[in-house]
């Protein structure tokens, strides 16, 4: 059996109702979900049933704990966890901190009498 990659799956995910063959030429039949490497181009690609044809897994995120400059391309959505460890805000758009909004809150009180 040959190796291409390290698989992690974090504690109570499923992975279900997925085939993951191999090769330079994808199968003929299948069906909707299935995994195929293409070991020519070293990509994983996920069949969908509704385009219908093969598409590419994006692939382009390795390592998020160790890439120091990640680019969102769309919303994100927290699903009510907490974003913790921010900065101060350097520019208008960063995000804020609570401490810092109330500190600066407190500051403009003070100084309004």
């Not at 994808?26 to 909707?32: A, C, D, G, L, T």
């Not at 995994?35 to 044809?53: A, C, H, I, Q």
């Amino acid at each position: 059996m040959k190796h291409y990659g390290n698989v992690e799956i974090a504690e109570g995910a499923k992975i279900t109702n997925a085939t993951i063959a191999h090769g330079t030429s994808f199968p003929s039949n299948p069906n909707e979900g299935e995994m195929f490497w293409r070991s020519d181009e070293n990509k994983l690609y996920v069949y969908d049933e509704t385009t219908p044809g093969w598409l590419a897994t994006s692939g382009g995120l390795q390592n998020i704990v160790e890439d120091t400059t990640p680019q969102l391309g769309g919303d994100l959505d927290a699903q009510t966890n907490k974003i913790t460890n921010l900065e101060d805000p350097t520019s208008l758009q960063d995000a804020s901190t609570k401490a810092y909004t109330d500190n600066t809150a407190i500051a403009m009180a003070i100084a309004l009498g």
